[in-house]
C-alpha cells in the first residue's frame, strides 16, 4: 500500500520559510517523479515544482520560481519543499504526490499540509 505523508506546514510571517516533507512509503521511490501541488479556499488545485527520479531536473510554476527549492532523499524515500520569502498568496493546502516515469498522471497523493501566511 503506498503511503505519502506530508509534514511541515504551519503558521508564518510574511518574508518567513517554511520545510515541507514528505514521507514516501510502498513504492519503488527512485522511479517515481515527485511534485508538490497547493490548493487555496475557493481555488483549483495548482502545480508547484517537480523533480525527477533521480533528482537531476526539477521544475517550477512562475510564482514560486526563485522562492522555492524541491529535492528528494532516496535513500529516505522522502522528497521536500524549501519555501523561502513566503507571501502570503502562497497560503494554501500543499499536497505531495508520485507518477511513474512512464505515466504523465500523478498516481498517488497524500493528505496535505497546511501552510498559512500572515501579512
Known amino acids: 500500500q503506498v503511503q505519502l505523508v506530508e509534514s511541515g506546514g504551519g503558521l508564518v510571517q510574511a518574508g518567513g520559510s517554511l520545510r515541507l516533507s514528505c514521507a514516501a512509503s510502498?513504492?519503488?521511490?527512485?522511479?517515481?517523479?515527485m511534485g508538490w501541488f497547493r490548493q487555496a479556499p475557493g481555488k483549483e488545485r495548482e502545480f508547484v515544482a517537480t523533480?525527477?527520479?533521480?533528482?537531476?531536473?526539477?521544475n517550477y510554476a512562475d510564482s514560486v520560481k526563485g522562492r522555492f527549492t524541491i529535492s528528494r532523499d532516496n535513500a529516505e524515500n522522502t522528497v521536500y519543499l524549501q519555501m523561502n520569502s513566503l507571501k502570503p498568496e502562497d497560503t494554501a493546502v500543499y499536497y505531495c504526490?508520485?507518477?511513474?516515469?512512464?505515466?504523465?498522471?500523478?498516481?498517488?497523493w497524500g493528505q496535505g499540509t497546511q501552510v498559512t501566511v500572515s501579512s
Open positions: 504526490a508520485a507518477r511513474p516515469i512512464t505515466n504523465r498522471v500523478y498516481k498517488y
Open positions: 510502498g513504492l519503488t521511490f527512485w522511479s517515481y517523479y
Open positions: 523533480i525527477t527520479g533521480r533528482g537531476g531536473n526539477t
